[in-house]
């Protein structure tokens, strides 16, 4: 029954390989054909404090918890909206990496 096991293993992860190679070898060639950019989204300054509160706490904070960051990093509320957007943005996928794995 191991050996069973272990066969079912082995096909899985030659099926990984086989999409990597895919995804490497057809799909990023036929993107690049494409003009698909391999661009990502804009990268937010690295701030401790807020990058504690966007991973324990929220993604989206309401205004009374920005008002409150404001205070506490002498930004302005505008400024934090910003940086929140920017690490969301930064958790997407490319273009490119979107492309390639849907092939």
């Known amino acids: ?4 096991g272990d066969l079912s293993k082995t096909v899985e992860s030659e099926r990984d390989l086989a999409e ?6 057809i799909a990023k060639p036929c ?6 950019q391999a661009n990502g989204p804009q990268i937010a300054q690295p701030n401790a404090i807020l990058e504690k509160v966007f ?17 506490q990093l002498d930004w302005d509320v505008r400024s ?7 690490r969301r943005n930064q958790e997407k996928p490319s273009t ?8």
């Open 80 to 86: 934090i909206q910003r940086w929140f957007r920017q």
């Open 1 to 4: 029954m191991s050996d069973l």
């Open 31 to 36: 993107a690049i054909a494409l003009n698909i």
């Open 96 to 103: 490119l990496t979107r492309f390639c794995e849907s092939m």
């Open 55 to 71: 991973n324990a706490i929220t993604k989206h904070p309401d205004e009374k918890r920005l008002e409150g960051l404001s205070k």
């Open 20 to 25: 990597i190679d895919s995804m490497r070898f």
